[in-house]
């Protein structure tokens, strides 16, 4: 076992140029893989940030909800008739819908989520939302999301300076803009649906969006008792109430908007599609890399096995080999994946981070990877012959 180790290691570093582009090879693979997985994870977490903020015990939503971003609505009723139920303790209407807001330095339109509420409860566990939301009981007062993406303007910086700018809102069917004031900033960041947010009370979002009804809900939050049993509550409200909503847990709804971007969306597919892409290139990469370095080294191990080792103390070389490369090829590649992380958060505010998950999942999969590639790589080492090569 001593042995097998310093033969392992001095195989690879005999021809050190091939071995520097061995690993920059494997890092190369490292970084894609890297980058695949957290804009895979970006897309998630961005898509879900609103779910994760609600406060509500339960949501309630259209049985023909597909997204967030597209707009499903069901009767305000709905509400009223979860209230009977025992448990339940109050309900809080949800309005969504996109917008244009007017870039107020080059009038340009882009589009925006507007996100509007009844402000008598702040239903956004947003800090900044929390501390102010009775500002949004003064009429035509929103709050703009200092994490949207620039084309919008300074809109955030303009505000900080004590310099707010009144603003001019479209609606999609609409061909006059409402002015609306800035009067708090909050962050909740883009996604890949999303290019910024607004937050409004609920008579703000009726008089932006004159086509709506104040009975058309998005989503519907509902607030249990302390001592109400979700679970039985789901039951009777999915038995009973009419079969054109849905109720869910958060991590129901959480679930069911990532499936949605997962199976429902080219998005979704494309991501999942370049991952296993990554996984087969390193395989094809590590392949190449350890069968040259064992026709290389051939004559080596034919005198090895005519000195009487197995091929099982030849193969332990070759799968170690392949877990030095792995290693070693994973440490550059999660060092300039670290840097290629923020300098993607930076220019997409999308939430493109680096965590522990990421590091084992990826540090496992190249070491997988390589274990593969040096299996299929000692076919030509098992059946070698010493009596051929000499």
Known sequence: MLLTIPLAWLQLVK??????????????????????????????????????????????ISAQYKSLTSNQSFPRSRLYQILAFPGVESVDPLYLQFAKLKNPINGRKYPIYVIGFNPV????????????????????????DRSSRPEFGPIAEYFQKNQPLSLEIFSYLGLIGYKVKICGLFSLGPSFGVDGNLIVSSSTFMRIFKERSADDIDIGLIHLKSDANIQEIIKKLSEQLPKDVLVMTRQEFIEFEKSYWTLRTPI??????????????????????????????????????????????????????????????????FAISTILYDVAKGATKLPVLMDISKMILVLISVIFMCLISGFFSTTKLRRVNPADIF
């Open 15 to 60: 021809q050190k140029l091939r071995f520097i582009v061995a690993l920059a090879g494997i890092a190369f693979v490292s970084v894609l893989m890297f980058m695949q997985i957290g804009f895979q994870d970006a897309l998630y977490a961005s898509a879900t940030q609103v779910h994760h903020n609600l406060q509500g015990d339960l949501f309630l």
């Open 121 to 144: 409860n702040p239903i956004l566990n947003l800090p900044e939302i929390q501390k102010d939301f009775s500002l949004l009981k003064i009429p035509d007062q929103v709050f703009f």
């Open 268 to 333: 979704g597919f494309v991501f999942n599609l370049m991952v296993i892409m990554s996984f087969v290139v390193g395989v094809i990469v590590v392949y190449q890399i350890l069968y040259s370095n064992i026709s290389s080294h051939l004559v080596e191990f034919a005198t090895l096995k005519a000195m009487g080792f197995q091929n099982q103390y030849l193969l332990n070389v070759v799968f170690k080999q392949a877990m030095i490369l792995a290693i070693l090829g994973y440490v550059p590649g």
